[in-house]
């Protein structure tokens, strides 16, 4: 082995491998001195002229699901050296299995202080639009032209990554990696892919028109297709504008000071200003397919558990759904069926 | 995974088909094909003699001669093959495959899947005992926390071990094989935790936080015991993102913590100013515990501390101190031994057994580093 080390260690020390050390390089240094090939050799796209700020309708022209590009396009996603000083990654939130890590963020574009939940991105072609408040509608503006990613990710990444913008090629990678995400599909369905008891009986709470959950959440669970959503906004009472301006509490919302002081930080906070996203009061409905892989949910992320969101200990009574008569096995089971989609 | 079935049940079908060289994989997350195999876990047998490759994207397990630095075969296993464990005779790999939520058993002087085990949602880590009896699997799905048992020599799971949350992304034993050290890389929780485990009751004993804390990707003790290394991420996710140039959106870290109860937990910097590390992922460390290797997947780096001087400042420090040094972006240099650059998406590393090699499989490179480390 060692003979073969040091032919290729030559080679790498005339540049083919960088080595970032503390000090001078020297004997004993840590240095790669071998590449094993273990599958076709593989380059990125290069860093080509970025795209200009002007240029705001982009669209996918190629084939969404060309392999090379969709690889392209995945690298570029769990790729931090683009981003100053190479911090993170869209990964970072989304990680790598193309989820979400269900932290929710401030990031400004609806407004500085409010909370937002980091979305779900497998499946999100096939449900625009794709901001909690319902802005954006082609699938092509995933990241594209007018869509908050668009502005995170394509035209203007310096807004959130403080990087370069991407070549339009780079960009269209980029779109046609996050096209391609597909669900997972629940791992707690019976081997068959039937329902279990509990689920069957959390099936029709959900389609009993006086709970009303199927009113927005439409579909079919034996449909493959189905997505769960009517694809409209609609006001399930999460919402935090409260009286003189400020952030009413219906249930718990996310805590700064509890945060900081170690705890859970869904505590109750009531004096925190109502601006940006917290102005609106109606929301997208999210498709509930691998609701439970999605957590946390609402725009805000108040509701931790799934449970959280039926139970109307986060949002106001009887407005996601009329839920308030419920027994508590009803809630579970409901729940179940959730998880089973 | 049981659902998946009415997913696509013979696309999978077709790649499952045991004992073959696989052919065409897909991209991870997607329907689309590929030929990139996105080595994604490496590890070791134990005489050093033969590297064993997870590939993501192709649905297989690659063979390298560590001494010639061939392909010596390929195995195709489930979908999305994660993390592997050798038995102590280098008889059998077992292997995770997260999107198939099973675990592939090659017979290795075959080089066949011999079993199938099914597991939990999503199996992404899994460590061996010494005595090779025992096989731990971590099963990581976002409402699932189990961590799976396996009877190796009967090749069937036997039990299933609760985790105080959800999302268990993987394990290690301790030395003294009494306890097991899981990270849980919960969902929507910005303070993950560590689990110790006791092995002989399959209770946790501790529940240990790792304050600030997502994606939490791997753990290892140290080789006496008395620590375990985890790699992380910190979101900055209470600040405005308008902060960002000031490292106000993720910083990338590593956990020391102590393993005796109610211990320390030190969150220490791997980041220095313009120069982050990441997305940290898998780790190594020597047999003598000098050194430790992290994975820089989004970097496409290994970065080396010196565990001395990690352990060091652990030790010289109280809690309360140890909290400031989290965001110290002149402190990695108190024990960053180098930074090598590798090839694209270094997703996880593994040591020759005198540690003086270590092997970095690159998910977009489709290749292996090779690392001359520090050790004499």
Same mark, same amino acid.
């Given at each position: ?132 408040? @319902? ?51 629940s791992p707690f369905r019976n081997?068959?892919?039937s329902l279990s008891d509990a689920q069957k009986r959390g099936e029709k709470i959900f389609n009993d028109p006086n709970v009303g959950c199927a009113?927005?959440h439409?579909?079919?669970v ?6 769960f ?22 249930g ?36 509930l397919?691998?609701i439970y892989?999605?957590g946390?949910y ?5 509701a931790r558990l799934l449970i959280d969101t039926i139970n109307n200990t986060v949002n106001?009574k009887d407005m996601h759904g009329r839920t308030s008569h419920l027994t508590a096995q009803e809630m579970q089971d409901l729940v179940e069926f959730l998880k089973a989609l | 995974?049981? @659902? ?70 390929? &195995? ?67 409402m699932w926390n ?16 609760y985790?105080?949350?959800y ?36 209770? &946790? ?35 405005? &993102? ?39 992922? @898998? ?30 400042? &652990? ?62």
């Amino acid at each position: 082995m060692r003979s073969g080390i040091k032919k290729i260690g030559l080679v790498a020390a005339l540049g083919l491998f960088g080595v970032v050390t503390t000090g001078q390089l020297m004997a004993g240094t840590p240095q790669v001195v071998a590449t094993i090939q273990t599958g076709p050799e593989w380059e990125p796209l290069p860093r080509a002229e970025p795209l200009t700020v002007p240029e705001v309708h982009y669209r996918v022209k190629h084939s969404p699901y060309k392999s090379e590009l969709v690889r392209y396009g995945q690298f570029q996603f769990n790729d931090a050296s683009w981003n100053l000083q190479g911090e993170y990654s869209c990964a970072s939130c989304h990680y790598e299995r193309g989820q979400t890590t269900g932290l929710i963020w401030d990031l400004g574009d609806e407004g500085w202080g409010s909370w937002k939940n980091t979305k779900y991105i497998r499946g999100g072609r096939y449900l625009p639009p794709f901001r909690h408040e @319902g802005f954006t509608g082609h699938p092509d503006e995933i990241v594209g032209a007018t869509s908050s990613l668009d502005r995170v990710c394509g035209r203007d990444p310096g807004f959130v990554f403080r990087s370069e913008n991407f070549s339009p090629l780079r960009l269209e990678a980029l779109i046609c990696y996050i096209r391609a995400l597909e669900f997972t599909g629940s791992p707690f369905r019976n081997a068959d892919g039937s329902l279990s008891d509990a689920q069957k009986r959390g099936e029709k709470i959900f389609n009993d028109p006086n709970v009303g959950c199927a009113e927005c959440h439409p579909g079919d669970v034996s449909d493959p297709k189905a997505l769960f959503s009517d694809a409209q906004t609609h006001d399930v009472g999460t919402g935090r504008v409260g009286v003189k301006g400020f952030r009413s509490t219906p249930g718990k919302v996310f805590n700064l000071k509890a945060l900081e002081a170690g705890e859970d930080p869904y505590g109750e906070e009531s004096d925190t200003p109502i601006i940006g996203l917290d102005l609106v009061k109606e929301f997208d409905t999210p498709t509930l397919r691998d609701i439970y892989a999605s957590g946390t949910y609402f725009h805000d992320g108040s509701a931790r558990l799934l449970i959280d969101t039926i139970n109307n200990t986060v949002n106001d009574k009887d407005m996601h759904g009329r839920t308030s008569h419920l027994t508590a096995q009803e809630m579970q089971d409901l729940v179940e069926f959730l998880k089973a989609l | 995974m049981k @659902g998946r079935v009415w997913l696509g049940a013979a696309v999978v079908g077709a790649v499952l088909s045991v004992g073959g060289v696989s052919g065409a994989g897909f991209i991870q997350g997607t329907h689309v094909k590929t030929d990139l195999p996105g080595p994604f876990h490496i590890t070791t047998s134990p005489d050093g003699g033969t590297l064993y490759i997870c590939n993501q994207s192709g649905h297989s397990v690659t063979f390298v001669d560590a001494r010639t630095q061939k392909v010596t075969g390929e &195995v195709s296993v489930g979908v999305q093959p994660e993390a592997s464990a050798m038995t102590p005779d280098n008889a059998f790999l077992f292997v995770c495959n997260a999107e198939s939520d099973s675990v592939s058993v090659i017979d290795i002087a075959r080089k066949q899947v011999v079993k199938e085990i099914k597991v939990g949602d999503w199996p992404s880590g899994i460590r061996i005992t010494k005595d090779g009896r025992t096989a731990y699997v971590a099963c990581s799905g976002c409402m699932w926390n189990t961590i799976d048992v396996i009877d190796t020599g009967k090749m069937e799971k036997t039990r299933s071990i609760y985790t105080s949350d959800y999302g268990p992304r993987t394990l290690d034993i301790s030395p003294d094989g009494k306890t097991l050290a899981v990270i849980n890389d919960t969902v929507g929780s910005i303070n993950r935790s560590v689990n110790f485990i006791d092995v002989d009751t399959g209770r &946790v004993t501790e529940k240990r936080v790792i304050r600030e804390s997502a994606n939490l990707r791997d753990v290892i003790y140290t080789p006496d015991g008395q620590y375990v290394v985890v790699t992380y991420e910190t979101p900055k996710n209470w600040l405005p &993102v308008c902060e960002a140039e000031n490292g106000q959106v993720f910083t990338n870290n590593i956990a020391v913590l102590e393993t005796k109860a109610g211990g320390k937990v030190a969150r220490l910097p791997l980041d220095e100013l313009n120069n982050y590390d990441g997305n940290p992922y @898998g780790l190594a460390m020597d047999p003598k515990g000098r050194y430790l290797y992290i994975g820089i997947r989004g970097m496409h780096r290994v970065t080396i501390l010196d565990m001395g001087k990690v352990l060091n400042v &652990v030790r010289g420090n109280s809690q309360s101190e140890l909290d400031y040094l989290r965001d110290d972006l002149g402190f990695v240099r108190e024990y960053l031994v180098a930074r090598v650059t590798t090839g694209l998406g270094p997703s996880s590393v593994c040591l020759s057994p005198d540690g003086k090699y270590c092997y970095a499989a690159n998910y977009f490179s489709n290749n292996v580093s090779v690392i001359r480390t520090p050790v004499d």
